[in-house]
């Protein structure tokens, strides 16, 4: 498994910014020709696409990096229109610059203490390289210390509201997964980030965190401050989960939650869905899970908080918003726990141990301020 990590570059000089300033200017310059070249005439991964646009100081590896960045940003750009339907317009880039173990060389501190890493960056002139230091994060450095764990070569170089940073990658190794310890199911939502199979809540403010992002304008420092507090929210929520006594935890395999018009999610629903990174959730249980040796199951999202989990009989009346009661023998419970019980039995393919189901014990864990 690969983790990106990053970094900032603020222990940079101002002489060094602004070389890697005029690297990222001319980059994305050459990246936005191939792509208004390949958007008309097509093109791909060879001599005659590369020499079809001039390139400037960029030396022949940045070239090759800008043109591979580009046909990724045209690929997907029409993939993504094909699925949805719609025509799309030439995209633009202005997104950061991946580097390639040629043009970021990654070694240790010379001081030890001061900083972590030294990265040789490649500048615009030739055999003009400029080293950039940079300190390690607390969560870099316990996926580090990992066993078996090692910092892979190459990076990605960035700039965003005039803030420089870099991307680097760490491999994870495949450890053996615990063979002791508790199953737990999780079921992810909006309302109630986390339930789990042994009836308690994780993070029953995560819908304030998403409203804050959705009422932020796009593009604003307040929108990208909401983002990184809901970050940190799902972040915070996520450790408080009993990792060290896991030994499986199942999750349901979420795709396309915010594609389509199904029954009762109109407009409202989606634009209060179009926030929550789902996603972003999943990866950090991924995460979680390999770092704590804890085996992760995906299991099928269909139907888990419409099935009874006492006598198994499945209905859509079943759930009404947030309340499940079963049609059939009057159980009664949170839907969402009702989805984690049904997912943990999906996952271990065996009928689960039904907690009583209270209003106090539902709530035992609230959101990262309780």
Not at 281 to 288: A, D, P, Q
Request: charged letters at 25%.
């Amino acid at each position: 498994m690969i983790v990106p990590i990053k970094l900032s570059l603020k222990f940079v000089s101002v002489a060094k910014l602004s070389k890697v300033n005029a690297v990222l200017i001319r980059y994305r310059s050459v990246v936005n020709k191939y792509i208004r070249h390949m958007w008309v005439n097509g093109g791909g991964l060879d001599k005659a696409t590369a020499d079809a646009i001039p390139c400037g100081h960029l030396s022949f590896r940045m070239r090759a990096h800008a043109l591979q960045q580009a046909i990724g940003i045209v690929l997907a750009t029409r993939r993504s229109a094909y699925t949805c339907g719609v025509e799309s317009a030439c995209p633009v880039f202005k997104g950061a610059m991946t580097l390639s173990k040629q043009l970021l060389i990654i070694t240790e501190a010379r001081v030890p203490g001061k900083f972590d890493l030294w990265l040789r960056f490649s500048t615009l002139s030739p055999r003009n390289r400029i080293d950039i230091p940079v300190k390690a994060t607390k969560h870099m450095r316990k996926l580090l210390a990992l066993p078996g764990a090692y910092l892979k070569t190459g990076g990605i170089i960035g700039e965003k509201g005039n803030k420089y940073f870099v991307v680097l990658w760490i491999e994870l190794p495949d450890l053996p997964d615990k063979t002791v310890g508790t199953k737990l199911g999780i079921d992810v939502g909006l309302n109630k980030l986390i339930a789990t199979s042994d009836n308690k809540v994780y993070g029953v403010d995560m819908k304030e965190y998403v409203a804050r992002v959705r009422r932020r304008k796009p593009g604003s420092k307040g929108k990208l401050r909401a983002c990184r507090a809901r970050d940190q929210y799902i972040n915070e929520t996520l450790n408080q989960l009993p990792w060290n006594e896991l030994s499986l935890v199942a999750v349901e395999k979420l795709t396309n939650l915010k594609k389509g018009k199904k029954p009762g999610r109109g407009k409202s629903f989606r634009k209060a869905l179009a926030p929550w990174t789902y996603a972003y959730v999943l990866k950090r249980i991924e995460l979680k899970a390999r770092m704590n040796r804890v085996r992760r199951v995906e299991v099928s999202p269909s139907y888990t908080s419409q099935i009874c989990p006492k006598c198994t009989h499945r209905a859509r009346s079943n759930r009404v918003n947030e309340k499940f009661m079963c049609m059939q023998c009057g159980y009664t419970a949170d839907a969402d726990y009702v989805g984690s019980v049904n997912i943990l039995a999906r996952a271990v393919g065996e009928s689960m141990v039904l907690q009583p189901y209270t209003t106090s014990n539902s709530r035992q864990i609230l959101g990262s301020n309780a």
